[in-house]
């Protein structure tokens, strides 16, 4: 006994205390554009600190802790060595690069990094922890009364959100469809990269009127307003739009289990004999053990809405199986994300 714990180790218990540390040193370079000022450059720890205007002490502390958590690179030493982007931060979080991904992380660093400081009251009370504990108003309803922001919001998502909808419209076989619903589409961004991928399918984004109104933009934009329309509906109070393939990419997970029921419910009827409800979230393992990322969101869920939840395949499968459909698939999308599928 006293030979085997002599092999343990703290270290990781203190990695996992401490990771608030490198999470808030991210957050905080994104926060100050440090990648963006970056950009292609190489920059001295003094030409930086001056162009984002920190203090002194910043530097060389701030810049290296970054190195060392690779988020930079540095070439050289001391006073004279330049500081430059990874690929990756180069790619994601320069703001001028198209697949820009930072907008998730600029709201968890503004919104969700002082709300997870009260997890320890989410977790005794069951209550949401968010804007709603302070204003009496849900994270929604602030959105979509704020146009600016729910876009902002919505950039934000489709950010985290492109692989794997890229990844879905790659996978999934589409050959023997016709048409596709996105409930909760936002900004369309599911239903575009679905119709770019398959010419042949024809693409409804259906969202609340407010959302509608900024994916008719960004479709038409994209030069698909002809095979990708947007539609405003009430998904709780309306019918979904009829389609061969029903989607909700990162949607289900937002509700309680009475509210889940509904929308699988909902889109069982709005299927033909054959048709694919998809459902994109990050699949909890059925045993609960490995997919610690759809863990934590569903923790996040209990921040943000008090009874809402993550799930496992085997729970999408029961709560489908209820509603009347008959096979079912799971199509892993990389990192975290899953496609369940129910066939009706």
């Not at 979509?144 to 729910?150: T, V």
């Not at 061969?244 to 299927?271: C, F, P, Q, S």
Request: with cysteine.
């Amino acid at each position: 006994m006293e030979q085997s714990r002599s092999n343990l180790s703290p270290a990781r218990i203190m990695e996992v205390g401490t990771a608030f540390w490198p999470a808030k040193t991210l957050l905080s370079a994104l926060e100050l554009r440090l990648f963006t000022t970056l950009g292609a450059k190489a920059m001295t720890g003094a030409e930086l600190q001056r162009a984002l205007g920190l203090h002194p002490r910043a530097n060389p502390d701030f810049f290296d802790a970054l190195v060392a958590l690779r988020f930079l690179e540095r070439d050289g030493e001391g006073p004279g060595a330049r500081y430059r982007n990874t690929p990756e931060t180069a790619l994601f979080l320069d703001r001028n690069s198209p697949q820009f991904m930072g907008g998730f992380l600029e709201m968890a660093n503004a919104r969700l990094y002082p709300f997870w400081g009260d997890l320890t009251e989410a977790l005794r009370t069951g209550q949401p922890q968010n804007e709603i504990k302070h204003t009496g108003t849900s994270v929604f309803a602030e959105l979509y009364s704020k146009p600016e922001r729910l876009e902002q919001f919505m950039d934000a998502m489709s950010g985290i959100s492109a692989g794997n909808f890229r990844a879905f419209a790659e996978k999934f076989d589409f050959s023997r469809y016709q048409t596709l619903c996105d409930v909760g589409g936002a900004t369309g961004q599911l239903s575009m990269f679905v119709a770019q991928r398959h010419p042949h399918l024809r693409c409804i984004s259906a969202d609340l009127p407010e959302a509608t109104r900024i994916a008719q933009r960004k479709i038409a934009a994209a030069g698909l307003d002809g095979r990708v329309s947007a539609r405003s509906i009430d998904f709780f109070a309306e019918p979904l739009p009829k389609a061969d393939v029903i989607t909700m990419g990162m949607i289900l997970h937002d509700w309680n289990l009475e509210k889940k029921r509904h929308l699988v419910r909902a889109a069982y009827d709005a299927l033909p004999p054959g048709g694919a409800f998809v459902v994109i979230e990050n699949l909890i393992d059925d045993a609960r053990r490995e997919n610690a990322f759809g863990l934590l969101m569903s923790l996040n869920m209990l921040i943000e809405f008090g009874e809402a939840f993550d799930f496992t395949a085997a729970d999408f499968t029961s709560w489908c199986r209820e509603a009347g459909f008959k096979r079912f698939d799971v199509i892993p999308l990389g990192g975290p994300a899953s496609a369940g599928v129910a066939y009706k």
